[in-house]
Structures are given as C-alpha cells and as structure tokens.
C-alpha cells in the first residue's frame, strides 16, 4: 500500500508546488507555515486536484477519504446521530466517541463548530481507511479533545494516514515527518532519527532538542520525558 | 479594569469578576462560555441580566476590534486593501490618512503584499492576518481575538503576539487553545460550563491546571 509522487506539480492560483516522495504505511505527519500549500496537497493526494505535470500514483489503495478543515462542509445528516448512519455506523458509539451520547436527535446546525469537528472526525475514525487525509484536524477543538484524537490518531496501524496541520502544541505519535520548505515537500524520514531535521518544529520540541533531549516521539509526553530524562 | 456584576447570560453565571487591564487568555473547553463572554464585553449581545462596565463604561461605547476563528465569515470586500481600511472609511477618515494607516498596519502584520489580492483566494492564515488587520487598524480601545490563531501557524501567531504587544489597546481579550501563548499573557480565565473556574496570573492558573491538557507542553517534568 503506497502513495507515490514523482515531480509532481501543483498550482492553485499563482501559487506552485512540487512533491516527491513515497507515503507507506503508518502515519504521516506533513507540517509547512501558513500558505504553504498543505491543502492544496491534502487535495492532490485526495484525488481532488490534478497535478499540472509529474504523477500521483497509489498503489494497493481501496477506500480513500478526506476530513476538510471545516467540519460543516462534511455534514449531510440532519441529526448527529443521522451523520452517523449516513456514514454506515451505529451512532451510539460514534456520539460517546465525539462527547455528543444523549444529542442524536437534536438538529446537527445546533451544534458548535467543535462539536460538529468532533462528530465528523468520529465517524472517519470509527472506519478502516487504506488512505486517511486530514486536513487541520485539531481546528476548532479544545486542547482537551485535540488530545483525545491526537492519541487515536497515533493508535492507528493499518493503512496511510496523512495528517497536514500547522498545530504546534498537542500532536500524535507519528511515524513519518514531511515538511513544505519554500514550495517543495521534503521528507524529513522516520521518527525519532527526523525530529533534529526539523526545520519549523513546535516551540516545545524546539526548546527539547535546544535543552540536549531528543525525544522518541513528537507527543507532548514523550518530549517531557526526554527533557526530564536529560536533566536526571 | 473590566467589571463584571451579577451576570447571567445563556450559559454563564457570573456573580462578581474583576479583570484587570493588559493581555487577557480566555482559556476552557468548547461550550464552557467563552465566546459568550467575548461577545458580551465586545458589545455584540447585552446581558440578559448583569452588568459590564469597561474602564467605567459600556462596551458598546468603546472602541472595539474584533476578529473570530472564521474570519473568512467576517471579511465583506474583495480586495485585501479594502477589507483593512472598512472601518476607517466607514467612519469617514480622510482618503490619505486611510491609505496611510492601511500600509502601516500591513506592513507591521507582515502582509503588505497581500494588500492588492483577493480576500477570496487567501489560505485561512492568511484570511486570519487580514482580519486583524480590518480590526487593528482603526486603533480600537478594546481587541478581541476569538481563538483567531486556531488558523495561524506558529511563526503567524508568534507574528500577531508581537504586534499585540506594541498595540495601543488598553485591554486584549483573547480566546485561545494555545497555552503556551495563555501562558505569556498578563492574566488568564479558566471556564468551564459558564463559571469562571480560575482567574489569576498564568502561574497561579496553571498551577491548578496541573496534570490536565491545557497545561502548557513545554512545562514541567512528570
């Protein structure tokens, strides 16, 4: 199962990048400033947008989906619990998963945007994807649910999950970091050797690698344990 | 000092609150109120019982600036250019001192070159830092950031906490769910499910925020 860029060149507007790179599977973390095209590639890589020249190839990938950054864009049930039996799930436990248990009947245009965030990242989740792409995930929650979906974020196995965020204080363990460095995706390789390689890291793995620690995650817990390690 | 008395609004009970000038973090889970109270200290809805009085007056007889976590829902012109000097020519300003005050705000954002695009084919970053700009440029007494940095990246929220610093506002509210950012704030309130839980310097707060997610990433060893 693999997701293959060769040269490939994306434009939206009068802003141009290019990507090359292997996706296998595990979970990707792609990271780049503001403008930088991660939604332009999140697209591409969704089968969205076409690239202007280079290929996009999959291989072995069946079901494929994309969480945009805002959640509205995703919903067509007219309850929560109607957004989850459009997505062919039981919806008890996708409302216990998105903190909703006890609001499948209310009108879904009620909800907050972090509460329609929750519900939409739910019923992704509670699904296998061969190919898993979010956009800005962790918008619009609270630090306590960016939390709750950065650890099943991390807990997946099976299949390609590509996450594009420019989060910088609560994200998931990862196995792979990518980073848009002035219109080019670059792979920076597996987690830990990547992390140092890191151009634009969060403050706090910033502040851990400036301290002596390299931590074996990027998870919040993990750098406190590499830094409370390093000072003894 | 911002004054709150037996408030009572939607979701929020707040008997007795004194805030005090400088940069506020409005810290919380979803739905524990602090949009509402945003709301409320920014003049857009009046309490339905209780008082707010800012520096003695109303908020709707201040100055406000106000920029949400969609800006995109906010802006109302085409061009970038337009979008920051609404305020200014709503109120008349004179067309030099409007051009004047548009590349000044743009260019300590960072975004003069944003100022002759279109609002509609910015990233949501960038739609974000135009948005300030729209609210900062009329030198408002009061700033208001409603988790606005949800769409900026850290070297932009870096940027936009810069600018907060040098801003005139006598009084910076800002809803957040960076806490490394609530941390270096002046003064910060915790709520949850409409009641102030803590309000205090970030050291305090966060001292009883221990353990929790919005305790700040880089801090402490466990």
Redesign the interface.
Known sequence: MRVILDDAILRR?SFQLTASGTFSEGVHLVT????SGK?TLALALAGVLRPLAGQIGKEGIGSRTLAL??PEYHVTGETPGGEAASWGLLPAPVLEAAGLSGRGGEDVLRC????LKRLVLSCMLAREWDLLILD?PY?????????AFSRRLGERRKGITIIFT?E???LPRVDEIWEIQAGRLVSLGRVPEAIPRWS?P???IR??LDAGALPENIT??D???A??RT?G | MIEITGLSHRVLEIPELRIPSGRVAVIGPNGGGKTTLLRLLAGIDLPVSGEILIDGLAPRSREVGWVGEQPEREIIFHRVSDEISSALRFRHDPCPLVDERVKAVAGELGIGRLLGRETRDLSAGEKAMVALGAALAARPDILILDETDSNLDQESAGAVEGLLRIASCSHVLIATQRMELAARSDHILFLERGRVLHSGSPAAAFEALTGTPFFPPSRGCR
């Open positions: 507007g780049g400033p503001v403008g939604s950054p805002f907050s945007q972090g509460e800005e918008s619009s929650l609270d630090c306590a649910w960016k939390e420019h910088d204080e609560v634009r969060p403050a706090y502040a851990a919040p817990g750098v406190r344990d830094v409370c000072r």
